[in-house]
Nanobody, 115 residues
Framework: QVQLVESGGGLVQAGGSLRLSCLAS????????MAWYRQAPGKQRELVAR???????YYSDSVKGRFTISRDNAKNMVFLQMNNLKPEDTAVYYC?????????WGQGTQVTVSS
């Protein structure tokens, strides 16, 4: 069964850091690309960062310079390191990826940043 499982969300004060993890089943090299999205209350889901199977990355302007996406192919995992968090980063964060032509989503993990 192909699935993505996120972990690492929580409550943090503004200026703090969190690292989100996403464990992917199956052949990690078939996951291309992988990405993190987020959805805040009352807003549409938005792309935060994306990484290809060879490590090419993309970041939204709102997180560039603060967030870092990475992947550990040996462990079938993708990470999102979030630094200098702001209250506007509060959202449910979703791991997403394309696996052999199909898109998959994790269940989401809540990130709350207090001011």
């Amino acid at each position: 069964q192909v699935q993505l499982v996120e972990s690492g969300g929580g409550l943090v004060q503004a200026g703090g850091s969190l690292r989100l993890s996403c464990l992917a089943s199956g052949d990690i090299f078939s996951w291309n690309p992988m990405a993190w999205y987020r959805q805040a209350p009352g807003k549409q889901r938005e792309l935060v960062a994306r990484i290809s199977s060879i490590g090419s990355t993309y970041y939204s302007d709102s997180v560039k310079g603060r967030f870092t996406i990475s992947r550990d192919n040996a462990k079938n995992m993708v990470f999102l390191q979030m630094n200098n968090l702001k209250p506007e980063d509060t959202a449910v964060y979703y791991c997403s990826g394309h696996y052999r032509g199909n898109a998959y989503w994790g269940q989401g993990t809540q990130v709350t940043v207090s001011s």
